[in-house]
Structures are given as C-alpha cells and as structure tokens.
C-alpha cells in the first residue's frame, strides 16, 4: 500500500502537466473570449471534483451513522476538507474569468452561485467539527453533513428558478462545446481528480497519526503515577 | 488580449497557491506530530 | 392521545407557561424586534414604490435576526436547570421533545413577527397588491423552516464552544434556499406576481427537514 503513493504520486503529477499543457497550448482558442476562457480548464474540473467529494461525504457520514466506525468518520472530514479546498478554487478563478469578460466581478450565475452556498454549508461543517466537543463530534458531524447533502437539490432548484427570472451572463457558455474543448476539460478533471484523491490520502494519513497521537496522550495521562504530571 | 492573459495567469496561479499551501499545511502537521510520537515512544 | 402527543402537548405547555412568567426575556426580545426594525428603517429609506421591491428582504432579515436571538434562549434555560439530561434519561421519545421545542420555538418567532409586521407596513407605507393571506401563508411556511432547523442545530451546539455563534453560523448556509424562497415569494405577493414556485419550494423544503430532523434527533441527543 505504501509503495502505491508514489507511484500514484507521480502518474498524478505526470498527468496535471500534460493536463496543463493541453489546456493552455493544446486547446483551441475560444472566438470570443481569448485565451482567459482557458481558465474554464480549471475552474469547470474543480468544480465537479468538490462535488464528487461532498458526495462522498454524504455517504461516509450515512456510513457512520449507520455503523459507527472511526474509518467513516475520518472519510468524512477529508473529503469535506478537500471538497471546501476545491470549492475555494472554484470561487477564485470564477471572478477572475468574470472580470475580463464581463467587466464585473461576480456573476448570480447558477454554478458560482451554488457553489458559494456549498462552500458556505461545508465551511460550517467543518466550523461545527472544529467547535465541538471531541466525543460527539462525529455524532453532529455526520446530522449536519445529512442535512447540508439534503440542501444541495433545494440550492439548484431555487437558483436555477432565480436565474430564469432574472437572467445573468452564463459561465462556460450555454449552449454545446467543441469537442476539442471537451476533451481538454475531461482530461483536467481526470488529472484533478487522481490529484483530489492524493490529498484525500495524505490528509487521512494525517489524520490517522493525529487520532494516534492524542490516543498515546491520554494513555500516558492516565497512566502517570497520582500526584505527579508529566 | 494583451491585458487578458494575465488574468489567464492569476487564475492558475492562484489555483495552485491554494492546492499547495494546504499540502504545505498537510505536510508540517505530518512531520510535527511524527517527532511527537517518537518522542512519546522513547519515553515509554 | 398518544403518549408521544402527549408528552409533546406537555412540554410545550410547560415552555410556553415558563416563557409568560419570565417576562424578562419576553420583554427585552420584543423590544429587541422593535430597535431591528427602527434601525432597518433609518438604514432603508425607500419610496412608496420602491418599498414592494426589497420589502420582502427586509422583513425577512430583521425576522432572521429575531429568530436567531430567540433560539439562542429557550435552550440556555434548558442547560442551566440540567433538564436536558433529565430527557435523555427518560424513556419518552426524543422526537416528542424535539417537536415541542420546535413548535414552542415556533410560537415564540410568531408572537415576535407579528409585533414587527403592522411597524414594518407603516415604516415602509406598505400596500399588497397581491392577496395578504398568500403573504401569511410564506410568513408561517417561511418561519417554520427557519425554527425547524435552528432548533435542531441549536440542540446541536449546545456542547460546542462559542455555541451563541454557532447557531447562525450552522443554520444561514442551509438555510439559503429557504430563505431566497420567502423572500421571492413575498415579494413576488407584494408587487402581485405569482410565487406559485416558490411556495411549493418552501412546503417541500418544510416537508424534507422536517422529516430528517426529526429522525436525527435521537442520534444528537445522544451524541457522546
């Protein structure tokens, strides 16, 4: 298993720069917009891998809620901690897209919008797993991540419905894209997802060593000799 | 269009900036509690 | 009645009874809903005309506000008299107590919203052009999807640190849709569109979290 990381890690890097050459060199040039519209290589990928990981969310925390196990628990909180860094991307290179071709900074449009309303619901998560006492944490954790999953089709529904009655420029165009275009979006997301699912592996690593770690505390607390602390 | 790349720049820039400052923040937290743990198993 | 009814219709009763004696936070709630709507007003100050457009985010803000300072209340008295432990003891059922909360919660809001509405419509010189009972209808779907959650993540952060800042920090993000839905609907009543979408948007969502928070109580109550 350990030996798989490296290799993963540099398939993963192998494919991020040929993803990034595509994107810049690769695809065609779009007519109206130039060259900025390349960042729809990064911003469109980051977006549907942060929804990949609050999915996967859901389910470990249904998992845990059902089960109990510590492995779901800590599934949980990595995929909500990679998906808000995705989201975080997603709402950086929106604006900046948005800026040079339609000389405003934020667009109501329907992916920037949910995503923000996503970002905010899993920043909350991961406030309430930040804020809470360590026991229940998981408990609370894995309601609100339920709840916050449940929301997502409601988030859709009424921004869509907001959208058709008060009509905003469209990111990433509307209407059907080039093939070319496609093959370099879906090659950027298949390199952002192998390097998504490394984060979530390193970070669940760390996470195992942290849980580990404050074991041993609380082991040696409880195995100092009254009177005396270490 | 001059003008218009680098914007094209910031935005994978600044993609990157944030992918690597938490991997960054992974990795220290990784190698800080890896000393603790030796160090508490020294102790035993 | 059912023994869960019963154990509802009891708890309620004994909030509501506990809510009229201590007129203290009553009273400095009421007078709280009233400051948010004059600070609105000094904030906002629109023509007749203009007043149907933001009206309906306005009063929903300021209904915000006063529900968020409200349900940070009613679960401070539980945790000094130790009553939530007492519950989870009991063998009654944890969705009995979550829906007299919810509902007590419910009336709290309700008494406040109706106190501020006649201030916001004379503020504002409001005049509906469409049917006001449409208007009380998102006003209760409205109220209740904010009270349903922010009772069940109020239960929630009762262990938590900061746990006054919690509560919004919890309920404003799922609220979102909830909240974009009252606020259209409203508006849409004032300047007399149709927010037939929108009021079915805000009955499903009423009927969804609900139904999960009521399911999920149990585990959070427990949560150790």
Known sequence: ?230 | MKGNNAYLLAAYALTWIIHITYLATIVSRYSQLKREIDSLRKNK | MSAPAGITRVTLLKDLRLEWRSKDASNSMLFFSLLVVVVFSFSFDPSADESRQIAGGLIWVAFLFAAVVALNQTWAREIRNQVLDAYRVSPAPANSLFLAKAVGNFIFVSVLEALMTPLFIAFYRLRSIGPAWQLLVVAVLGTWALVVNGTFFAAMSLRTRSREIMLPLLLFPISLPAILAMVQATTAILNGEGARFWMTLLVTYDLVFTTVCLLLFETVLHAE
């Open chain 1, 1 to 230: 298993m350990k030996r798989l990381f490296p290799i993963l890690g540099v398939v993963t890097a192998a494919l991020l720069v040929y993803a990034l050459y595509m994107a810049l060199i690769g695809a065609p040039t779009e007519q109206t917009m130039g060259n900025v519209q390349r960042i729809f290589y990064y911003h469109v990928p980051s977006a549907w891998t942060a929804f990949v990981l609050f999915f996967v969310n859901f389910g470990a925390s249904l998992v845990y809620l059902v089960k109990r196990k510590a492995a779901a628990d800590m599934v949980a909180l990595v995929s909500a901690e990679v998906g808000v860094v995705f989201c975080t991307v997603v709402l950086v290179t929106g604006p900046i897209w948005a800026r040079p071709v339609w000389g405003i900074w934020w667009t109501w449009d329907m992916r920037l919008t949910s995503t923000l309303v996503l970002w905010l619901i899993y920043v909350s998560y991961l406030f309430l797993r930040r804020f809470s006492s360590s026991g229940e944490t998981p408990t609370l954790a894995a309601a609100l991540a339920v709840l916050g999953a449940l929301c997502v089709p409601f988030v859709y529904f009424s921004i869509w419905f907001f959208r058709t009655q008060h009509p905003q420029p469209v990111m990433g165009g509307g209407g059907s894209i080039d093939p070319r275009m496609l093959h370099v979006l879906l090659i950027n997301w298949l390199a952002f997802s192998c390097f998504a699912f490394l984060v979530c592996w390193s970070r669940y690593r760390l996470e195992k060593l942290q849980r580990e770690v404050d074991q041993a505390h609380a082991l040696e607390s409880l195995m100092a000799p009254r009177g005396s602390v270490r």
